[in-house]
Nanobody
């Protein structure tokens, strides 16, 4: 089993920055994809950014140029640096990791609120 602990959410004004982190602990041999999702009230959960074990990265179009995902494999941690935040970025942000047996694990989520 893998446990995920997210941190770094909070409230910020539009144009500000926040940094999220998600550390995986437990029975870890190797982690494949590490991702950040978000879910705004009344909306479906959506993929924000993903980083594969080989370093390939994908972003949803709405965050390109503003958000940066990175990972530290030695620490089993994934990060999301969010700059130029907009009110529409307000959501609960979840991290998801996939282990080497293709099991997916989700964090509990951290609230990000951007005020105009």
């Amino acid at each position: 089993q893998v446990q995920l602990v997210e941190s770094g959410g909070g409230s910020v004004q539009a144009g500000g920055s926040l940094s999220l982190s998600c550390k995986a602990t437990g029975s870890i041999f190797r982690l494949n994809a590490m991702s950040w999702y978000r879910q705004a009230p009344g909306k479906q959960r959506e993929l924000v950014a993903a980083i594969l074990s080989g370093g390939d990265i994908n972003y949803t179009d709405s965050v390109k140029g503003r958000f940066t995902i990175s990972r530290d494999n030695a620490k089993n941690t994934v990060y999301l640096q969010m700059n130029s935040l907009k009110p529409e970025d307000t959501a609960v942000y979840y991290c998801k990791v996939q282990d080497s047996w293709w099991n997916n694990y989700w964090g509990r989520g951290t609230q990000v609120t951007v005020s105009s």
